[in-house]
């Protein structure tokens, strides 16, 4: 009966990777490999008569999330986390567009190395935190992006915050139970130019669209 009554021991699941994710493709996320898809990275390409537009979604499924919030448009930013930023607690967990890329840039991966996304889900109907770190590029000035998964990583006690980068535990807090504000998201850029409030932005629909479809997988 003591040893029941003793508090869960932090333990992190880390899986190293290499994956590129070019234009066109995606990568279904299953942090805790279960068979069962937790979010699905979708890099979509797309053309029409007058440009071509690159679009990097960190799409949910079910009632999980992504670290972010609504930002310029009201468009649901992926934030681009630094190594030690803390993952759970009162963070918002509203992100999906990690970047865009066509007539200007929008998003907070846009040519980044080693930053991480943030996430929330569900196993057995508790919550789990856990991380993703990729690098991003726009390739040869867009409107091509690539992203790189170089590792992935969850927290096995529920409702526990993991740390961005931590790949072994006991995972340890910062005293105050929050990391700094200032680790937490990368500068947004910002639009290259008006045309994509005149064009309407084309990413809008794209991950609207595309939301729809990481669910349905």
């Excluded at 929050?178 to 991950?207: C, H, K, R, Y």
């Amino acid at each position: 009966m003591l040893a029941l009554a003793q508090p869960a021991k932090a333990r992190i699941v880390y899986t190293p990777t290499h994956r590129v994710i070019g234009k066109d493709q995606h990568y279904n996320f299953d942090l805790n490999h279960d068979g069962i898809t937790d979010f699905t990275l979708v890099n979509s390409y797309g053309c029409n008569q007058d440009w071509c537009y690159d679009v990097l979604n960190a799409n949910r499924v079910g009632s999980n999330g992504v670290e972010g919030a609504p930002g310029f448009l009201s468009i649901p930013y992926a934030y681009a986390l630094n190594r030690g930023s803390q993952i759970g607690g009162s963070r918002p967990f509203r992100g999906q567009l990690m970047a865009s890329s066509n007539m200007g840039q929008l998003g907070r991966w846009i040519n980044v190395t080693n930053k991480y996304l943030g996430f929330k889900f569900q196993i057995h109907g508790k919550t789990h935190y856990g991380w993703a770190r990729l690098n991003v590029q726009i390739v040869n000035s867009g409107p091509v992006i690539v992203a790189t998964l170089t590792g992935y990583a969850y927290e096995t006690v529920p409702d526990k915050p993991i740390v961005a980068g931590k790949t072994s535990g006991p995972d340890e807090e910062s005293p105050s139970g929050q990391a700094d504000p200032a680790v937490f998201d990368a500068p947004a850029p910002e639009p290259a130019t008006l045309g994509l409030l005149a064009m309407g932005w084309p990413g809008v629909s794209v991950w609207r669209r595309k939301e729809s479809v990481g669910v349905a997988q």
